[in-house]
C-alpha cells in the first residue's frame, strides 16, 4: 500500500514557475515497480493529463504541455517532482500525482491508477 501527498506553493504568480513534489510513503520496495504521474483538474473542467515518469526515468508528456512541463524523480527521496514553466492565468487548477502499475499515455481518470494523492490547489495571480 503506498500513500501519495503533493506538497508546493499554493499561489504562483503569473510567469513564474510552479513547482510541485509529491512524496511516495508504505512499501518501499515496490516503488520500483510504478509509473507516476501528474494530473491537473482546471475549475469546473476535466481531469487533465500532464505527463508520467517511469520507474526508469523515461518521461512522457501531454502534447499540449510538453513545452513547459518538466517532470523527475528523486528515488533516494521517494518523491517525484512537476515544473510547469511560464504559468498562466489557464493553469489554475487542483494537481493530483498519481502511481499505476501500467503505462497508460493519456490515463485522466481516477480508476486508471493504483494510487492517488488528495491533490493541492494552485492559484496563480500576480
Known amino acids: 500500500q503506498l500513500q501519495l501527498q503533493e506538497s508546493g506553493p499554493g499561489l504562483v504568480r503569473p510567469s513564474q514557475t510552479l513547482s510541485l513534489t509529491c512524496t511516495v510513503s508504505?512499501?518501499?520496495?515496490?516503488?520500483?515497480?510504478?509509473?507516476w504521474a501528474w494530473i491537473r483538474q482546471p475549475p469546473g473542467k476535466a481531469l487533465e493529463w500532464m505527463g508520467v515518469?517511469?520507474?526508469?526515468?523515461?518521461?512522457y508528456y501531454s502534447p499540449s504541455l510538453k513545452i513547459r512541463t518538466s517532470i523527475a524523480r528523486d528515488s533516494s527521496k521517494n518523491q517525484f517532482t512537476l515544473q510547469l514553466l511560464s504559468v498562466t492565468p489557464e493553469d489554475p487548477a487542483v494537481y493530483y500525482c498519481?502511481?499505476?502499475?501500467?503505462?497508460?499515455?493519456?490515463?485522466?481518470?481516477?480508476?486508471?491508477?493504483?494510487?492517488w494523492g488528495q491533490g493541492i490547489q494552485v492559484t496563480v495571480s500576480s
Open positions: 515518469i517511469s520507474y526508469s526515468g523515461s518521461t
Open positions: 508504505g512499501a518501499s520496495s515496490a516503488t520500483g515497480c510504478y509509473y
Open positions: 498519481a502511481a499505476s502499475k501500467s503505462l497508460i499515455l493519456g490515463a485522466n481518470a481516477k480508476d486508471l491508477y493504483d494510487y
